[in-house]
T-cell receptor, first 114, second 115 residues
Framework: GAVVSQHPSWVICKSGTSVKIECRSL??????MFWYRQFPKQSLMLMAT?????????EQGVEKDKFLINHASLTLSTLTVTSAHPEDSSFYIC??????????FGPGTRLLVL | AQSVSQHNHHVILSEAASLELGCNYS??????LFWYVQYPGQHLQLLLK??????LVKGIKGFEAEFIKSKFSFNLRKPSVQWSDTAEYFC?????????????FGKGTHLIIQP
């Protein structure tokens, strides 16, 4: 149980394009999902909290217009990196929180912006 | 805001050795504590968690951790490691009862077990 999937697993795009990443909780409902970013050989940094049916909450320093989050259902949250630039290249990881306040993580999406 | 410190960035052990990875946090209130493991090429997996109650918690794969409130610590232990324990280990915290509170992670400890 408690499986979280992400799609795509990796994506390469040109600078200036937008990229959408999906995060799904496969066997449980998650009113809250989280998006993290992990740089090479570093830890995960929380970007934003995604709440079903309401606006996302962004951490300080994260541009909400750059990283659009939509949590349209209890099993799906999407992160759209708008007008991506090379500095946005990173490993993006989502997690879904169950009713016991435990977060389960997806496998991550590696984004490379050329 | 809370912060997490993992003192050992790289640890190399031989099989059957005992393991203890340090984790300290700073926060003025009550926290939930977690250890996650990331095997090479895989995603983060929950090893164990502490919310309340018995400060000694047992997780999967023979791991355990002890919460010592007075020391703000949540060290991870395993009495006898195996080669398959080679991985990156992350300690994380969030605010207890915070509902939709994201995790704050330590920088991770890269554990290498030599056969």
């Amino acid at each position: 149980g408690a499986v979280v999937s992400q799609h795509p697993s990796w994506v390469i795009c040109k600078s200036g394009t937008s990229v959408k990443i999906e995060c799904r909780s496969l066997d449980f409902q998650a009113t809250t999902m989280f998006w993290y970013r992990q740089f090479p050989k570093q830890s995960l940094m929380l970007m934003a909290t995604s709440n079903e049916g309401s606006k996302a909450t962004y951490e300080q320093g994260v541009e909400k217009d750059k990283f659009l989050i939509n949590h349209a259902s209890l099993t799906l949250s999407t992160l759209t990196v708008t007008s991506a630039h090379p500095e946005d290249s990173s490993f993006y990881i989502c997690s879904a929180r169950d009713y016991l306040e435990t977060q389960y993580f997806g496998p991550g999406t590696r984004l490379l912006v050329l | 805001a809370q912060s997490v410190s993992q003192h050992n960035h790289h640890v190399i052990l031989s099989e059957a050795a005992s393991l203890e990875l340090g984790c300290n946090y700073s926060y003025g209130g009550t926290v939930n504590l977690f250890w996650y493991v990331q095997y090479p090429g895989q995603h983060l997996q929950l090893l164990l968690k502490y919310f309340s109650g018995d400060p000694l918690v047992k997780g999967i794969k023979g791991f355990e951790a002890e919460f010592i409130k007075s020391k703000f610590s949540f060290n991870l232990r395993k009495p006898s490691v195996q080669w398959s324990d080679t991985a990156e280990y992350f300690c994380a915290v969030n605010v207890a009862g915070g509902g939709a509170d994201g995790l704050t992670f330590g920088k991770g400890t890269h554990l290498i077990i030599q056969p």
